[in-house]
């Protein structure tokens, strides 16, 4: 059974940072393709950030150079930090894994960018 759990949200200020961490089990980590997705109030899933299991990335225009996305095999997470952090950036953040032809979600960390 895959399960991915997600720490790491909260309440910060703008201009403030984050990160976001997800643990993953039950599946083959080190082959897998990772990502960090977001949703905001009444607008669609979004992608963030992706890492692939021979570590390339790719980003959102929107948080190309304020955010990244790496990985630690050994531990099956992946993480997001999320630095310059603005009020756009609030949502709730999803954590996805692909292996093969199967994709799990985390439950969603919300994250609330507010002064």
């Known amino acids: 059974q895959v399960q991915l759990v997600e720490s790491g949200g909260g309440l910060v200020q703008p201009g403030g940072s984050l990160r976001l961490s997800c643990a993953a089990s039950?599946?083959?980590?080190?082959?897998?393709?990772m990502g960090w997705y977001r949703q905001a109030p009444g607008k669609q899933r979004e992608l963030v950030a992706t890492i692939t299991s021979d570590y390339n990335t790719k980003y959102a225009d929107s948080v190309k150079g304020r955010f990244t996305i790496s990985k630690d095999n050994a531990k099956s997470t992946v993480y997001l930090q999320m630095n310059s952090l603005k009020p756009e950036d609030t949502a709730v953040y999803y954590c996805n894994i692909r292996y093969l032809s199967l994709s799990y979600w985390g439950q969603g960390t919300q994250v609330t960018v507010s002064s």
């Open positions: 039950g599946i083959v980590f080190r082959r897998s393709d």
